[in-house]
């Protein structure tokens, strides 16, 4: 069975930093890119990052470039997510998902979500 499990959301005050995580099973993630989404509060989730399989090339959303970092540990199956200087307009549920080996174009071509972890950004 395909699973992705988000965890290590929170609160945090702007400026902050948080590391998420996205723990794979059931599945092959060495031949699949896996991407990061964020769904604020009455806005369409959107691809926020995301990373190829052989780790090349990945993909940030202009507003995250220079603050959050994508890796990933096809050893230990697991996704990450490095969020440095949080912003309150970073708040919003964080989702993780699976697209066969290359990053697609846009928010379309993926596929097995978790459930999601909620990021908090206030003071």
């Known amino acids: 069975q395909v699973q992705l499990v988000e965890s290590g959301g929170g609160l945090v005050q702007p400026g902050g930093s948080l590391r998420l995580s996205c723990a794979t099973s059931g599945f092959n993630v060495d031949l699949w890119a896996l991407g990061w989404f964020r769904q604020a509060p009455g806005n369409e989730r959107e691809v926020i990052s995301c990373?190829?399989?052989?780790?090349?090339?990945?993909y940030y959303l202009d507003s995250v470039k220079g603050r959050f970092t994508i890796s990933r540990d096809n050893v230990q199956r697991t996704l990450y997510l490095q969020m440095n200087s949080l912003k309150p307009e970073d708040t919003g549920v964080y989702y993780c998902?699976?697209?066969?080996?290359?990053?697609?174009?846009?928010?379309?071509?993926?596929?097995?979500w978790g459930q999601g972890t909620q990021v908090t950004v206030s003071s």
């Open positions: 990373i190829a399989n052989d780790d090349i090339p990945t």
């Open positions: 998902a699976r697209a066969w080996q290359r990053c697609p174009d846009g928010n379309r071509g993926y596929g097995a």
